[in-house]
């Protein structure tokens, strides 16, 4: 409560002020999605992907090359691991550092910005993305960087983060700096990290939980018993 004083007269006013704060803040585009709704507007990956057999790649459409199989401790390891350094479509996209993913994740990539992540750029901004900063991918450690939890999908080459966005003309889109914001960069991360849970069974930014406040967490791991249950947050 705040006294405020005009002449001879004093008012009291309450001021209701409203923070909109990284992790804290409420949007209307971050409404919970009910899973029957998930589970009806999913995208599988392409069930002819195997250990030796990766189409996307072998199409040009992903930028990769194959690397050797991976077998480190604690159960981390890829069979099949690329390094990937882009991915194709319309409008490419290049990524600032090589990213070790399987052949699943870096083929939901290429669906998933040729899809969304472009059509939404042009759209809202105007112009496409060109680039993705690459947070994290392949690392043999476990969730969240947490002793003792479960291990991540990053062991298993089967995650990707991404902590910013490149557009053609330079113009940096931050995850950490960008996602909080009303305008049209903010609308732009949020609406595309909702529509990332159509290709990834996980899905995790700012507004999921602690851990993710400067980036967006991809991965095509396995939840619920039979294994197609989605995390979108």
């Known amino acids: 409560m705040i006294k405020l004083e005009f002449g001879k007269h004093r008012v009291l006013a309450l001021l209701v002020v409203v923070l909109v704060l990284n992790g804290c803040g409420s949007f209307h585009d971050l409404e919970e999605i009910s899973q029957a709704e998930l589970q009806n507007e999913a ?8 250990a030796s057999y990766c189409p996307m790649i072998l199409a040009g459409q992903v930028s990769a090359e194959a690397l050797p199989a991976i077998s480190g401790k604690w ?32 083929s939901q990539l290429q669906r998933y910005f040729s899809e969304v992540v472009q059509p939404e750029a042009l759209q809202m901004l105007g112009q496409p993305v060109a680039e993705i900063r690459v947070a994290a991918s392949y690392s043999c450690r476990p969730r969240n960087n947490q002793r003792g ?50 290709y990834f069974t996980t899905v995790i930014g700012p507004g999921g939980d602690k851990y993710h406040q400067n980036h967006i967490h991809l991965d095509h791991g396995r939840h619920g018993k039979e294994g197609i249950w989605r995390v979108c947050q």
Do not use: M
């Open 43 to 50: 995208i599988w990956p392409d069930e002819a992907i195997s």
């Open 75 to 106: 159960g981390c390891g890829q069979e099949a691991p690329f390094s990937v350094t882009a991915v194709g479509g319309a409008n490419p996209v290049q990524f600032n550092v090589a990213a070790v993913t399987n052949c699943v994740v870096a």
């Open 149 to 198: 939890a479960q291990l991540s999908e990053h062991g298993y080459a089967n995650a990707i983060d991404i902590s910013a966005f490149v557009l053609r003309d330079g113009t940096v889109l931050s995850i950490e700096d960008d996602w909080p914001k009303w305008g049209r960069k903010g609308k732009f991360l949020r609406a595309i990290n909702r529509k990332a849970c159509r």
